[in-house]
């Protein structure tokens, strides 16, 4: 029985020890991404309609300039 706990005890502290690398490594690459993101506003692709409407009201505004 006592071998059973043993292992039980380091099965759990291993598990944990991986969560807690993982979580670690996952809060790293978010604070990545946001710094990348922050880095290439205007330029990224998901921003790809917003950037094609504001292209759209510029060129009707120099229409009605021209």
Request: proline share 3%.
């Given at each position: 029985?006592?071998?059973?706990?043993?292992?039980?005890?380091?099965?759990?502290?291993?598990?944990?020890?991986?969560?807690?690398?993982?979580?670690?490594?996952?809060?790293?690459?978010?604070?990545?991404?946001?710094?990348?993101k922050g880095e290439n506003q205007g330029r990224l692709p998901e921003q790809l309609p917003a950037n094609i409407q504001a292209l759209q009201g510029l060129r009707m505004e120099l229409n009605q300039i021209q």
């Amino acid at each position: 029985m006592t071998v059973q706990r043993n292992q039980a005890t380091l099965t759990s502290t291993f598990l944990n020890d991986e969560l807690k690398t993982s979580k670690e490594n996952l809060d790293r690459l978010d604070a990545e991404i946001l710094k990348f993101k922050g880095e290439n506003q205007g330029r990224l692709p998901e921003q790809l309609p917003a950037n094609i409407q504001a292209l759209q009201g510029l060129r009707m505004e120099l229409n009605q300039i021209q």
